[in-house]
């Protein structure tokens, strides 16, 4: 059983920064961040393997966000930055034991998520 943890989400103007956590109890493969705005489904925002040699990010993202992970702290990182009030939304962190994926069906593990607010 992996737990995870996320922490860093908060309230930020547009334009600003923020970087996200994740904290795993134990090892991990795969790690991926999805959001999740009011009203709206659960959506894919990045992954990156256990290497750390392969990501993938949603389009609405690509430029802005960052996911890198540090496997000797069992952690997995967003940078976020050009927020947009759109990017509001509950931040979760998730762990795969099979290979990159997009697919939040893969995913086995979840944590409990952080809230980012992206003010205009």
């Known amino acids: 059983q992996v737990q995870l943890v996320e922490s860093g989400g908060g309230l930020v103007q547009a334009g600003g920064s923020l970087r996200l956590s994740c904290a795993a109890s134990?090892?991990?493969?795969?790690m991926g961040w999805f959001r999740q705005a009011p009203g709206k489904e659960r959506e894919f925002v990045a992954a990156?393997?256990?290497?750390?040699?392969?990501?993938y990010y949603a389009d609405s993202v690509k430029g802005r966000f960052t996911i890198s992970r540090d496997n000797p702290k069992n952690t997995v990182y967003l940078q976020m930055n050009s927020l947009k009030p759109e990017d509001t939304a509950v931040y979760y962190c998730?762990?795969?034991?099979?290979?990159?994926?997009?697919?939040?069906?893969?995913?086995?593990?979840w944590g409990q998520g952080t809230q980012v607010t992206v003010s205009s």
């Open positions: 998730a762990a795969d034991r099979g290979a990159i994926t997009t697919f939040r069906r893969n995913y086995d593990y």
């Open positions: 134990g090892r991990t493969f795969s």
């Open positions: 990156i393997n256990w290497s750390g040699g392969s990501t």
